[in-house]
């Protein structure tokens, strides 16, 4: 019985019931706007942003691990932005949303792609690359501009950007971890650089534009409230 106590206890502090709705909801939102634009997209023309900067950098695929590192990273900070309390996590909630509509319309009006390179796939590292190319969209990549992987990464650093509730040092390792993150897809040729300025300029715009009235607030009332 107490154990039961404290169980619920623990949940209840680290993932209040009012947060579950939110992110259950950016997730869908998420498959919906990487999916369904990829549905709606197959047959038109796909663009390719790939700069002469691009092609200096070199494929490094020891930086798949970091890549797959992002989806624990992005899960754990995603449920810590709740420790800001209500008004701080709706903002995080109504940012997230917000940069997932901007990239839906631009995924619809400018369909992106690249080539990847070809890999040997002597190393671990190489192989599991491999399947994450064929796994995301094989020899026909889209959905690259703006990117999905590098906004989510630097929200999770953004989201918990001076929050007391936060540890300090946890703060500084989030930041660094997304910078991580960031690097590892322009060097595992996932996207190219202007994907991720596109990305974290998206989560900036945002972020202000939340900071300011009640409009975060309207995203909270639509939650609890419908």
């Not at 997932?100 to 990847?116: E, G, K, S």
Request: glycine share 6%; hydrophobic share 50%; proline share 5%.
């Amino acid at each position: 019985m107490k154990a039961s106590r404290s169980k619920k206890a623990f949940w209840k502090k680290w993932l209040p019931p009012w947060a579950i709705l939110p992110l259950v909801s950016i997730l869908a939102v998420n498959c919906l706007v990487y999916w369904g634009s990829g549905i709606l997209t197959g047959s038109c023309y796909h663009y390719d942003f790939t700069t002469d900067l691009d092609r200096m950098v070199p494929l490094a695929p020891e930086f798949v691990w970091i890549y797959i590192l992002a989806f624990p990273f992005w899960a754990c900070n995603y449920i810590l932005a709740a420790q800001r309390g209500k008004d701080g996590f709706y903002r995080f909630a109504a940012t997230d949303l917000a940069v997932h509509a901007a990239c839906f319309v631009v995924f619809l009006l400018i369909p992106t792609t690249n080539i990847r390179p070809q890999l040997a796939g002597d190393t671990l590292s190489e192989k599991m690359l491999m399947l994450i190319y064929e796994l995301d969209g094989g020899n026909h990549p889209s959905n690259l501009f703006p990117s999905i992987h590098c906004y989510v990464s630097w929200l999770c650093w953004r989201g918990l950007k001076g929050a007391k509730e936060i540890p300090g040092w946890y703060q500084h390792f989030s930041l660094v971890f997304a910078v991580l993150i960031i690097i590892s897809t322009q060097v595992l040729k996932q996207h190219y650089l202007v994907d991720a300025v596109a990305a974290v300029a998206l989560v900036e715009i945002f972020w202000r534009f939340f900071s300011k009235g009640n409009r975060r607030r309207k995203v909270m009332r639509f939650f609890e409230h419908g």
